[in-house]
């Protein structure tokens, strides 16, 4: 194809404070063609949208529309220029029609009254060319999510979108759905909409796209057409990374007891999940966005609790319907955004690693007493290397490193039996998540658990002694210590028969 | 997505300023009380100064504890006029059934604070809605009860607690028994947030509600814990300023905005996590003594809610503009 492109993205970075998400990222996409971007969760893909979309201001690089420079400082500003992002969670207004919710921001008005025929009319013009047979007079709210994904994308074209990124388009549809949603994109390529395809359905992807870039730890890997491009190729270059020799070797001796037992365990996000934890082991949790590792970890602490099935602690039956009576059992939570999960950003970091203590004290306990003392406390935060001028200091000051750490000396404190550790080191520096995971093995090793859900697969492989992965809900494999990360990556995206289509391939 | 090397903020000393700060601006404005009427430096005139001041200081102090688990408690001066209200129509004169009466007060105030611990903590209502509701209802309670203006009576015993003066004490010369109310009163809120894990639970609720929840935090328990004490500070001023003030209707208006100025002004942080007992306490005397100020200037009565307006807002730009400056 000669055509000059639609959209070129090139030498993208943008760095957030600690982390560098996007590194000269180059990317375009030419008129009537379909370019699906594949990548692990934050490698970055999400980040590139969002410059495209105005949302972020990138730190270098360059974007051309059809070989015009624009610099976007505003959402509104991407959309006019032709752009238009379907998101992954849907941005419709649940109690306002379907023609409203098209014409949201852009209403057709005549001498300031609006014009809402004018609007019906073109709405359904709209719905019509997609095929879609929605009354524009509907509310929004009695559509399937399927049906609202199609209102999104009428809503895009009223904008003559140019360029339409569909972030996870098939996330929420079943197969049915799916299909429809695929010949449509096909329909809008044959218009000569450009379209950049996101998803971690590799069937999908190898279906619709005519070419696939690969993203990985903020760079590109490669661009290839598709028929150089194998699902099994896709994902050796999604997670193909060096080890770390940064891990924990793994334990001497084999786990011991069961320590927890989930029977059964279901409720609005998960589904049939059945697993435990024995003294000494950590098992780690892995699975794509929405598939319900996060879920499964709310549930263990009691903040989204199963509404069904059977915790066993030792044994022993144990509610876990708030995160209290999970603490009071024995369970502790480390989220994976400590800032908005984990921490009392104003108080000291002493305050901070004694909170979960003297939550459970009696109330009419001395404060600075006993195992409240500051001696006891600073002991604690020094034996785990917690770095602080001074441990008064108000904790929003510490690195993520040391934030992380003194959460994990809240939990050590209580002397909590299970530890449930998310995403433990994301945005920590690599000094740090050595400690970290040291203290996780450290802590398995005196005959407690950890379960810990993470994003990071090669993190997951290098601490976890055996491995749950999750999809749409369910626990769809387990994998033993020394599984690699393609293993993982094939049950996390449901590709149960993978080794046969890449055969084939 | 590859880490960068994480910089090392510069190392700041959590701030201790802000206790000072409510008592350098009460030392000022007393000596510029002082100043125009020197005879408020003799400890008898400090100690009714003191004596005035004691209503406002425990409305803060019971203030405190809400603001600080990140809450706003705007029914405490309907309450307060509730109490005087119900004092006098249940005691009517008779010095027997003081006591017994007072028990029923704080008895009406910690049902009061109960509900709006409630409504904030399950029902999720903003407690600055929830308590507004609970200002009106309470107002209208109260003026419907006694038939909207003041009757009964209240006997000398339960007068005195607001304006008995003991003489010849030693050192100070005189002593006003609401002066020992209001030690007894801040000696038990102080203990309350440090004598107690309850201080370090209202901080951590305040500063980060889900992180306490997540650690184990009983949060609403710890919520609904606060709006009781406000409550049972807003009888404890209610009690005092019938003892000094006598029965009105309005006896209680506009002190729980003047409680939440005065916590601001001694450095309590609006929406929680930061304060202490005695930014309550020197917020509270700053404030009066501001009012006392104004007054000796021969301020008309009107401005100064004008100005105690200006010095609300001017209080929390001057927090936040504070917070910004160190984040």
Redesign the interface.
């Known amino acids: 194809m000669t055509a000059a492109p639609a959209l070129s993205m090139s030498g993208i970075s943008k760095?957030f404070?600690?982390?560098?998400?996007l590194?000269g990222v180059d990317f375009d996409c030419l008129p009537g063609e379909v370019h699906a971007i594949c990548g692990e969760n934050?490698?970055?893909k999400s980040t590139l949208m969002k410059i495209l979309g105005g949302s972020y201001r990138p730190d270098a690089g360059e974007i051309r529309l059809a070989g015009a420079n624009v610099h976007f400082t505003h959402p509104r500003q991407a959309a006019e220029a032709g752009i238009s992002i379907i998101h992954q969670e849907l941005s419709l207004l649940p109690h306002r029609t379907v023609a409203e919710n098209i014409f949201m921001g852009r209403e057709i008005a005549r001498r300031g009254i609006l014009d809402r025929a004018a609007m019906r009319e073109t709405a359904a013009a709209l719905l019509c060319r997609i095929g879609a047979q929605i009354d524009p007079q509907a509310p929004v709210s009695s559509l399937s999510i399927a049906m609202q994904q199609l209102v999104e994308i009428a809503k895009a074209l009223l904008l003559d979108a140019r360029i339409l990124v569909m972030d996870e388009p098939t996330a929420a549809l079943d197969e049915r759905d799916s299909r429809a949603l695929l010949e449509l994109v096909g329909t809008l390529r044959g218009e000569g909409v450009s379209i950049v395809y996101i998803s971690h359905r590799m069937p999908e992807v190898t279906a619709i796209a005519d070419r696939i870039t690969i993203l990985k730890?903020?760079r590109k890997v490669w661009t290839r057409p598709r028929e150089a491009a194998p699902i099994g190729e896709i994902v050796r270059a999604m997670v193909g990374r060096d080890l770390e020799d940064f891990y924990p070797p793994p334990p001497a001796s084999p786990p011991g007891a069961v320590l927890l037992a989930v029977k059964d365990g279901a409720n609005a996000a998960l589904r049939d999940i059945a697993f435990d934890v024995r003294a000494g082991e950590i098992v780690g949790v892995a699975g794509l966005e929405d598939s319900g590792k996060g879920a499964l970890a709310q549930a263990l602490?009691g903040?989204a609790p199963f509404s069904g099935g059977t915790v066993a602690l030792r044994g022993r039956p144990v509610a876990l319907r708030?995160?209290?009576q999970?603490?009071?059992a024995g369970i502790g939570?480390l989220?994976g955004d400590r800032k908005?999960?984990?921490?009392?950003?104003?108080?000291?970091v002493r305050?901070n690693a004694?909170?979960?203590l003297?939550?459970?004290?009696?109330?009419?306990?001395?404060?600075g007493r006993g195992a409240?003392a500051p001696r006891a406390i600073d002991g604690k935060l020094r034996d785990m290397d917690v770095?602080?001028?001074?441990f008064?200091?108000?904790i929003?000051?510490l690195?993520?490193?040391n934030q992380q750490k003194a959460i994990i000396v809240?939990w050590l404190a209580?002397a909590s039996d299970i530890l449930v550790f998310v995403e433990p080191t994301r945005?920590?520096?690599?000094a740090?998540k050595a400690a970290i995971y040291r203290t996780m093995r450290a802590f398995a090793d005196s005959g407690r658990g950890i379960v810990v859900v993470s994003s990071d697969m090669p993190e997951l492989i290098g601490v976890a002694d055996r491995i749950l992965v999750m999809h749409q809900g369910g626990i769809s494999g387990q994998l033993p210590r020394g599984a690699g990360e393609e293993e993982v990556m094939h049950l996390a995206l449901g590709l149960a028969d993978a080794p046969q289509r890449e055969a084939r391939a | 997505?590859?880490?960068?090397?994480?910089t090392?903020?510069p190392?700041?000393?959590?701030a201790r300023l802000a206790v000072n700060a409510g008592l350098v601006i009460f030392l000022a404005l007393y000596a510029a009380i002082a100043f125009l009427q020197p005879n408020y430096l003799e400890p008898g005139l400090f100690m009714n100064f003191l004596r005035r001041a004691a209503p406002l200081v425990i409305l803060a102090c019971g203030q405190l504890y809400v603001i600080l688990t990140g809450g706003f408690d705007l029914s405490m001066g309907a309450v307060a006029t509730l109490a005087v209200l119900a004092a006098s129509i249940l005691i009517n004169g008779d010095p027997e059934t003081t006591w017994a009466v007072i028990g029923t007060l704080y008895v009406m105030g910690i049902a009061v604070g109960l509900v709006n611990g409630l409504v904030v903590a399950f029902l999720k209502v903003p407690s600055i809605i929830a308590t507004l509701g609970a200002m009106l209802s309470v107002n209208g309670l109260a003026l419907a009860w006694s038939g909207g203006a003041a009757r009964g009576d209240l006997p000398d015993n339960f007068r005195n607690l607001g304006r008995l003066v003991w003489r010849g004490v030693p050192l100070v010369g005189t002593l006003p028994l609401a002066a020992v109310v209001l030690a007894g009163f801040v000696a038990l809120a102080w203990w309350g947030l440090?004598?107690?894990?309850?201080?370090?639970?209202a901080?951590?609720v305040g500063?980060?509600p889900?992180?306490?929840?997540?650690?184990?935090?009983?949060v609403a328990a710890t919520r609904i814990l606060a709006f009781v004490v406000s409550a049972v500070s807003a009888v404890t001023a209610g009690i005092l300023i019938g003892g000094f003030s006598g029965v009105s209707v309005n006896a209680g208006e506009g002190l729980e905005l003047q409680a939440i100025a005065a916590c601001v002004i001694g450095g309590a942080?609006l929406l929680g996590?930061?304060g202490s007992i005695w930014s309550a306490v020197f917020g509270a005397l700053s404030l009066f003594a501001l009012f006392t100020l104004l007054n000796l200037i021969g301020l008309p009565q009107a401005l100064r809610d004008s100005i105690q307006g200006v010095i609300l807002i001017a209080a929390v730009g001057a927090s936040l503009w504070r917070t910004r400056r160190r984040?």
């Open positions: 760095a404070p600690g982390v560098r998400a590194d934050g490698a970055g730890d903020g602490v903040d708030t995160p209290r999970a603490t009071a939570y989220p908005r999960e984990g921490l009392a950003l104003r108080q000291s305050d004694l909170l979960t003297r939550s459970m004290a009696g109330l009419f306990t001395r404060p409240f770095r602080a001028a001074d008064g200091q108000e929003g000051t690195s993520g490193g809240r209580q945005g920590i520096d690599i740090a | 997505m590859s880490p960068l090397p994480q090392s903020s190392l700041r000393r959590p440090n004598g107690t894990v309850y201080g370090k639970r901080l951590a500063d980060n889900r992180a306490a929840e997540l650690a184990g935090t009983p942080q996590g930061r984040t």
